[in-house]
């Protein structure tokens, strides 16, 4: 069902930085922006980046994201332990009469 | 702030309808600018959206989900609400409700409900 592509898993030690990708197609991030969030282990998600590389309000400026062409890519820079989550990538689609699309999700583990 | 918190049986019969209600609190559900949806997440798996509705009324739906689902609203209760038809063991999963932006993103979120379809 997922038309956006993420790595099923990421890891790194405390203090390292990690990076996540997202990879779509011409009709979702090629031309529309993409959104991050973050879903700690048995809660809700929460967003994390909103139109490629905006935090809203209380996000550490650790994560940060970025957009390239059809894909888009989810950093975490000073890698900390509460890092440890799934995180997703999403974009309006503009296919089938427009959609939203989610990403696979990558869960990030802290080693 | 505005919170969200959804609300329904956590138990529902195959083939029968699913129906789930949505209250918002913190917050005017008639606000411009934003729209609200429903998003769900089987057992340890991802996302889908299944579709989002404007206070006046106006909806869009998921297509794979299209011919089965109603997203409806109630302004003067601050609350809108899914319905999702003919349901299956696939549809087993965390129901979640959240404030839809214009430019597509979800915030913030319900804590979710998990919804099972068995008999």
């Known amino acids: 069902q997922s038309v956006l592509t993420q790595p099923p898993s990421a890891s790194g030690t405390p203090g390292q930085r990690v990076t996540i990708s997202c990879s779509g197609s011409?009709?979702?991030?090629?031309?529309?922006?993409v959104n991050w969030y973050q879903q700690l282990p048995g809660t809700a998600p929460k967003l994390l980046i909103y139109?490629?590389?905006q935090r809203p309000s209380g996000v550490p400026d650790r994560f940060s994201g970025s957009k390239s062409g059809t894909s888009a890519s989810l950093a975490i820079s000073g890698l900390q332990s509460e890092d440890e989550a799934d995180y997703y990538c999403?974009?309006?689609?503009?296919?089938?009469?427009?959609?939203?699309?989610f990403g696979t999700g990558t869960k990030v583990t802290v080693l | 702030q505005l919170q969200l918190q959804e609300s329904g049986p956590g138990l529902v019969k195959p083939s029968e309808t699913l129906s789930l209600t949505c209250t918002v609190s913190?917050?005017?559900?008639?606000?411009?600018?934003?729209?609200w949806g429903w998003i769900r997440q089987p057992p340890g798996k991802g996302l889908e959206w299944i579709g989002s509705?404007?206070?006046?009324?106006?909806?869009y739906y998921n297509p794979s989900l299209k011919s089965r689902v109603t997203i409806s609203v109630d302004t003067s209760k601050n609350q809108f609400s899914l319905k999702l038809s003919s349901v299956t063991a696939a549809d087993t999963a965390v129901y979640y409700c959240?404030?839809?932006?214009?430019?597509?993103?979800?915030?913030?979120w319900g804590q979710g409900t998990l919804v099972t379809v068995s008999s």
């Open positions: 999403a974009a309006w689609d503009d296919s089938l009469n427009g959609r939203v699309v």
């Open positions: 509705i404007y206070y006046s009324g106006s909806t």
């Open positions: 959240a404030r839809h932006t214009v430019v597509n993103w979800f915030d913030p």
């Open positions: 139109s490629n590389n």
């Open positions: 913190g917050g005017s559900i008639s606000s411009s600018s934003y729209y």
């Open positions: 011409s009709s979702n991030i090629g031309s529309n922006t």
